[in-house]
């Protein structure tokens, strides 16, 4: 190619070279882990620029989280001189609430719209529940909010499903309810973001023809995780298909993904988008990249291993040229705690030897686990950061404090008012409360407007509260963000309240942090540009700037003729904006910045991401794999896939440990040993502590056969029958059982009650004295490890 020259395109393979300059046209890019996917995407969109073939304001490029899309415009203001801001990079939710912004009138919100995250949506489908007598034994809250984002996520509207029972129509009817809270509250929720940009784009000939024609590049990363909802978002602006036939005209769309790190499934990921993709698009060209550039050979190895035992993929591989590396760790603890105490001292070590905390990397399968890991941290005075988990503006001091903001913004914003209307304490009652709820819904009204209606000292407490943010609106005109900020804080009492809480410094500390936040917010972002429609000219001038051609049109009809309630220039008020931002962002860069700190998430959370070195914790039986997930294949082989991403994102070291008993959910649990342990090459791991320590003491059923000796040479050991048997022969139970006499009387298969955990059958036994313990099948609780000197069990 001509272009070959270009800077940009050195330290490229030809794969990866190949991939950047696909000419354009539909392409879908299969590639393992550490490959170069994101790489790929990133430079294309550098190379498309430069070479003139796109101006910024002609791309669109989706990434799966916010700090992926600020890392795409970073790598890209880097390679070449654009204003990355401007440009449409961003994830699915953060895209549409833009193009909603930019259109709020045409997809019937007001402009002041507001978004719900998980947790407020949550508690406004409790209230709409109670407000109709709705029998939460029947229909759990958090079921119902399941349904509806379900629904949402296929693309469906009440109407659109159909009831096949009774409960059918109960939960269409509380779908269709919400939405009409929601409505007249000026609230959207993510999944609402997604929906309602899709069905402008459907309904809207003009727009949709606006954004087909403007957007010529469309480059999707981690396109294994998009639901079905999002691929039709996709289409759609693509227009590349026209009555459900391939249109060859449409836009470029060029999808990257991997399927054995589609991890998403339980919030409705379809990894068949990617045939669906090959198929509707025409894709003639499929790149596969097989060269990981991330990992030792180690590491790669056991990834490669581990993922090997899974049947449904799509097949690639997977090679480094760098050598083996370091062993994988394996490290096995007594407790939880004692789990935890080794790491600390592990990073310790590796600070010392001169790693960045920020290139170490705690990842574990579920939130509860981090709190014994950040207490560990926290003692020891290493610094960390937590992503995801509560997010800092999840964080109830913070939940107030944006709820007066958002009723500045919004005063029909039901949620924000109850959360706040007697908080701090100003002696408003549940009982007037639901008075005003009963008024207000018999006229209609919001519960900001329906306060007048009541009388007596009930309604005089309330209009008080009322005219309180009625007031604070008037005085916070005109002033900058973190003066309305302060001055909220100040006015609502929320600090006043805490000041006199034992136990509220941290919440102090936290409320001051939301005035930095705000303010970074506004100095560093530049507040709105995430949130309003594409600055034009800026993006003429940065077009020209770098030498394209700007006398073709950036945008072949300009956005105000066509669609006249787009704020082109026009951005939102610094407060909406923030409050956007507050929604949307994942909270991530507000733990103290600037600070090197050790880094801790989900391992969904980690997904993309790269860290010189790892730390998989809580590698157990129940745990990782989740216990939840052990039953069925299609589910164990989505947690493979996720101890795939885990282990995928180390470079250099990569530690695996786990831990004979845990405390979760309050009791005590023994644990064996995850089974992937056994799925990883016996050449590529270390064992820090003797490899049979721990659970021989329970009998040794398990442990022994295959690998005991360590160096039996079978590649995946035997414990479990050996060699590549597939997954399901495990059973859900996972664990051999012990054939001794047990002393306990308890026997496989007896019916036994647990006082917490109600009926049961005992499915396995392990140990003898102190240490035995039962693994019971509870008809209601699932699958639990029980210790036989603790738990009271009687048999039935
Ligand atoms: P994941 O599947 O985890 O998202 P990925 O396929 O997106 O991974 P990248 O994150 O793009 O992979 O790349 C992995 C690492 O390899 C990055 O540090 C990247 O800079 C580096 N890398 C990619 N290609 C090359 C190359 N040709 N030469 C040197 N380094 C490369
Ligand atoms: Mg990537």
Redesign the pocket.
């Known amino acids: 190619a001509p272009q070959a020259g270009l800077p940009l395109l050195q330290?490229?393979?030809p794969e990866?070279l190949a991939a950047v300059t696909l000419p354009a046209g539909n392409a879908l890019i299969l590639?393992?882990?550490?490959?170069?996917?994101?790489?790929?995407l990133t430079t294309r969109i550098a190379w498309l620029l430069q070479t003139g073939q796109v101006s910024p304001g002609g791309i669109l490029a989706v990434t799966f989280t916010n700090k992926a899309a600020k890392e795409m415009m970073t790598r890209l203001a880097a390679m070449l001189p654009v204003n990355v801001r401007g440009m449409w990079i961003g994830t699915f939710h953060g895209l549409c609430n833009r193009f909603l912004r930019a259109h709020w009138k045409l997809a019937g919100l007001p402009s002041t719209f507001q978004i719900l995250d998980t947790q407020d949506q949550l508690s406004a489908i409790k209230r709409l529940m109670k407000q109709f007598n709705v029998d939460d034994e029947r229909f759990p809250a958090k079921q119902t909010q399941w349904f509806i984002a379900g629904a949402k996520e296929d693309g469906l509207r009440p109407r659109d499903i159909e009831a096949r029972s009774e409960d059918d129509r109960k939960k269409i009817e509380l779908y269709q309810l919400y939405e009409e809270q929601c409505q007249r509250e000026g609230v959207v929720d993510f999944g609402e973001l997604m929906l309602r940009s899709y069905e402008l784009l459907r309904d809207n000939d003009p727009v949709r023809e606006h954004y087909q024609r403007r957007f010529r590049h469309i480059l999707i990363d981690e396109f294994q995780d998009t639901n079905r909802l999002q691929y039709a978002w996709i289409k759609m602006l693509s227009g590349a298909i026209v009555e459900g036939t391939f249109h060859p005209g449409g836009n470029s769309v060029i999808a990257v993904g991997?399927d054995d790190?589609s991890i998403y499934a339980f919030r409705g990921a379809r990894v068949g988008n990617m045939a669906d993709f090959v198929r509707e698009f025409d894709v003639r060209q499929q790149i596969k990249l097989e060269q990981n550039?991330?990992s030792y050979s180690n590491i790669l190895d056991s990834a490669n291993a581990l993922i090997g035992h899974n049947t449904k993929r799509l097949g690639k591989n997977l090679r480094t040229e760098q050598g083996p590396g370091e062993p994988v760790r394996v490290y096995e603890s007594t407790s939880d705690f004692a789990e935890a105490q080794w790491m600390v001292d592990e990073i310790r070590q590796l600070a010392r030897d001169g790693i960045d905390r920020s290139e170490m990397a705690v990842l574990y399968r579920s939130n509860a686990q981090s709190r014994v890991i950040e207490t560990a941290l926290f003692n020891a005075s290493v610094p960390y950061r937590v992503y995801g988990g509560l997010r800092f503006f999840e964080r109830a001091e913070i939940k107030h404090a944006l709820a007066y903001l958002r009723l500045l913004e919004n005063k029909d914003d039901d949620t924000s008012f109850l959360r706040v209307v007697n908080f701090p304490p100003r002696g408003i009652g549940a009982r007037s409360i639901e008075q005003l709820q009963d008024a207000a819904r018999a006229r209609g009204q919001s519960l900001h407007d329906a306060v007048g209606l009541l009388g007596g000292k009930a309604g005089s407490n309330l209009s008080a509260f009322v005219a309180k943010i009625d007031v604070l609106r008037e005085q916070t005109q005109g002033i900058s963000l973190r003066e309305i900020i302060e001055l909220v804080l100040d006015h609502s009492g929320l600090i006043e309240h805490y000041k006199a809480d034992r136990e509220g410094a941290d919440r102090l500390e936290n409320l001051d942090e939301l005035v930095n936040a705000a303010e970074s917010f506004v100095t560093q972002e530049g507040f709105g540009r995430d949130a309003v429609a594409l600055p034009v000219d800026e993006l003429r001038q940065s077009a020209a700037s770098q030498g394209i051609d700007t006398s073709r049109p950036l945008l072949d009809i300009p956005l105000a003729d066509l669609a006249p309630d787009a704020d082109t220039g026009e951005t939102l008020s610094p407060l909406a904006a923030f409050l956007t931002h507050a929604a949307l962002e994942s909270g991530d860069n507000q733990a103290k910045a600037g600070q090197d700190a050790v880094q801790l998430m989900t391992v969904h959370a980690a997904?993309?991401l790269?860290f010189d070195c790892v730390f998989i914790t809580g590698m157990e039986e129940g745990l990782f794999p989740h216990e939840n997930s052990m039953s069925d294949r299609d589910s164990l082989e989505e947690e493979r896939r996720l101890m795939y991403v885990a282990i995928?994102r180390a470079r250099k070291r990569l530690y695996l440990s786990h831990s004979q008993t845990r405390m979760l959910h309050g009791q005590t649990r023994y644990n064996l040993k995850s089974r992937f342990f056994d799925e990883l090459p016996d050449s590529a791991l270390k064992w820090l502590t003797p490899k049979n320590q721990g659970f021989g003491q329970f009998g040794g059923g398990m442990t022994s056969a295959g690998r005991a000796g360590g160096s039996s040479g079978s590649r995946f050991g035997s414990g479990y029958g050996g060699g590549n048997r597939a997954p399901e022969t495990y059973g859900s139970g996972a664990v051999p059982i012990q054939k001794a006499a047990p002393a306990h009387g308890l026997r496989i298969s007896q019916q036994v009650f647990h006082n917490k955990f109600g009926e049961g059958t005992v499915t396995a036994l392990e140990g003898s004295g102190d240490d035995a313990r039962a693994q019971i099948k509870f008809s209601r609780h699932g699958i639990k490890w029980l210790a036989l000197s603790v738990a009271k069990l009687t048999p039935v």
Do not use: P
């Not at 590639?31 to 790929?40: D, E, M, N, P, Q």
């Open positions: 330290n490229l393979n990866q590639a393992g882990a550490g490959s170069g996917k994101t790489r790929v991997d790190q550039y991330r997904k993309g790269e995928t």
